[in-house]
Structure formats: structure tokens, C-alpha cells
Nanobody, 114 residues
């Protein structure tokens, strides 16, 4: 079983940046780790995935070229660097072992407002 603990959320102005972290512990046979988010009143939305074997990365069109997913294998930590944030990025962000967010952490709040 994998345990996931997110951190790094906060409040920023439009155009600002944040870097989220996710501490990963336990074992899993899965080859990917993902970030998903849930805006107020909305369903979970897939954001990004990294293949931990190949380091290939994948992004939703809404965040492509603004967000960067990465991992530090030595620290067992997953990251999400978020640049050029806009109010539509306001959400609770979760790391997950699947793209649907079925196995996710407790989340970290990101608020983008002026």
C-alpha cells in the first residue's frame, strides 16, 4: 500500500508560482504517479502524470507549458511546479497512484486570486 502526503499549497496572485510536493511511502507495482485536482463544486480533474520508469511526462491541455511534474527518487518525492497561475487553477491538488485519483493523499489547497 502506498501512502501519499501533499504539501506546498497556498495563496498566490494571478501570474504567480507554487511548487507542490508529495511524499511517497510504501510500495506499489504501478509505474506512474499523477497529480489530480478538484475545484470547488467540480469533479476531480487529471492534471499530470509521470512514468517513474521512463520519466516520460504527460499534461492536461489546460496546464501544458505552465506546469512541470518531476520526481526525486532518492527522496521518494513527487513535485508539481506551477507557473503562470490563474484563478481557474484554484483547487485542492492531490497526488495519486492512478489518473482518476482513486488512491490519493489528503490534498493541498491552491488559491489564485487578486
Amino acid at each position: 500500500e502506498v501512502q501519499l502526503v501533499e504539501s506546498g499549497g497556498g495563496s498566490v496572485h494571478p501570474g504567480g508560482s507554487l511548487k507542490l510536493s508529495c511524499a511517497v511511502s510504501g510500495t506499489s507495482a504501478r509505474n506512474t504517479l499523477s497529480w489530480v485536482r478538484q475545484a470547488p463544486g467540480e469533479e476531480l480533474e487529471w492534471v499530470s502524470t509521470i512514468n517513474i520508469r521512463s520519466n516520460n511526462t504527460f499534461y492536461a491541455s489546460s496546464v501544458k507549458d505552465r506546469f512541470t511534474i518531476s520526481r526525486d527518487a532518492a527522496k521518494n518525492t513527487l513535485y508539481l511546479q506551477m507557473n503562470s497561475l490563474n484563478p481557474e487553477d484554484t483547487a485542492v491538488y492531490y497526488c495519486s497512484t492512478d489518473t482518476a485519483g482513486r488512491n490519493r493523499g489528503q490534498g493541498t489547497q491552491v488559491t489564485v486570486s487578486s
